[in-house]
């Protein structure tokens, strides 16, 4: 299961994150995985003052948005990094990494996240490709818009034909990592959302009691 949720930033953050993109210095992006042959792009000198910048501007937008929250349940994410596809760039079928190596502790990466900060009429290809099954996802999000999905899922960026494509990419570990058991959660606290006022304060009671207490069994 995945999400794609819009206007993640604001305007403003937008511009100013486009602005950033532009005077930081990027590096290949087989940097952070160097054995990934399928991986072909580059990525933002994580050290780069503007790319924390930007991190900082990207992570404070995730962590207010409602609906990620309520979706990943996030307990740690990664700072967010600026990514860039040129003419002939690809990122081929791959799952991403369990584990991420931060200075504090090693993340463990749950689900992962693309935030969209290039208009999708400026570029040709850059598509993200999820792969369910036999069925495939295809989307070039918004600017501004954000797409969450389990690290495991099988997924792709097709290959860049023409102009740019520019994201932000995070990994996040969640107190639920079981996807399972992610999408009940979520299920549950939507109805309880949705449904909430059209039945009885005993039965909304009762609902909340059982999101509340498979959280609790599930958290980790």
């Known amino acids: 299961m995945f999400l794609h949720v819009k206007d993640i930033l604001t305007p403003a953050e937008l511009s100013e994150l486009v602005k950033l993109a532009a005077s930081v210095r990027f590096i290949d992006g087989k940097a952070s995985n160097p054995h990934n042959l399928a991986k072909n792009n580059l990525q933002a000198e994580p050290q780069h003052a503007d790319a924390v910048k930007?991190?900082?501007i990207a992570g404070a937008a995730i962590n207010r948005n409602d609906q990620i929250?309520?979706?990943v349940?996030?307990?740690r994410m990664a700072s967010?990094?600026?990514a860039r596809y040129e003419p002939g760039m690809k990122y081929g079928?791959?799952?991403?990494a369990p584990l991420?190596?931060?200075p504090s502790a090693p993340l463990r990466s749950d689900v992962s996240g693309t935030l969209y900060l290039a208009d999708p009429a400026a570029y040709d290809g850059g598509a993200l490709v999820i792969h369910l099954g036999t069925e495939t996802v295809t989307i070039k999000g918004e600017p501004g818009s954000m797409v969450v999905y389990p690290s495991t899922t099988l997924h792709e960026v097709t290959p860049v034909t023409k102009g740019a494509r520019l994201v932000m990419i995070t990994f996040i570990e969640s107190w639920i990592p079981d996807q399972v058991q992610r999408e009940v959660l979520y299920t549950l606290n939507e109805v309880h959302a949705l449904e909430g006022l059209n039945i009885s304060w005993e039965n909304r009671t009762r609902l909340q009691f059982v999101a509340s207490s498979l959280q609790r069994m599930w958290m980790r």
Request: net charge positive; glycine share 0%; hydrophobic share 45%.
């Open 80 to 82: 967010p990094l600026f």
């Open 69 to 71: 929250r309520n979706f």
């Open 100 to 102: 991420l190596p931060l």
């Open 93 to 96: 079928v791959h799952s991403d």
């Open 54 to 56: 930007a991190a900082q």
């Open 73 to 75: 349940f996030p307990k």
